[in-house]
């Protein structure tokens, strides 16, 4: 029920945004959810417990403290990630790998 109130409200906020958009450029304004977009549709159950479950946790690492992290879940825990572990961190991807070769297939440009 609060998270269908909270949806609601950013829904509104968003459709207020789309006219005030139109009222101000004379143009037809629509409004997308990037996060649906991306995962390639709406948020199922799946997604709306992890959410919630990690932002429960990102209070309670707040008021013990833990500041500057990211945080993920890692098997069955919830687990902050300094952002620090995180920059440092060198994950290479071969330049023979299935998602290079997809990238540039679309046209991505690498840097190289």
Known sequence: EQL????????LSTQSLTRQLEALTNLESRVTILGH????????????????????AATHFIDEG???????QRGNEVVP???????SARNHVPLDHAWI????????????
Do not use: M, N, W, Y
């Not at 269908?4 to 829904?11: Q, S, T």
């Not at 070769?101 to 190289?112: H, Y």
């Open 81 to 87: 990630v300094p952002f620090k572990e995180i920059v």
């Open 37 to 56: 977009v991306q995962r390639g549709g709406i948020p199922s159950p799946a997604d709306r417990l992890l959410a919630t479950r990690l932002g429960v």
């Open 101 to 112: 070769q997809t990238a540039r297939s679309l046209g991505t440009a690498l840097g190289d």
């Open 66 to 72: 833990v500041h500057c992290a990211l945080i993920a």
């Open 4 to 11: 269908a109130e909270i949806e609601a409200e950013i829904a």
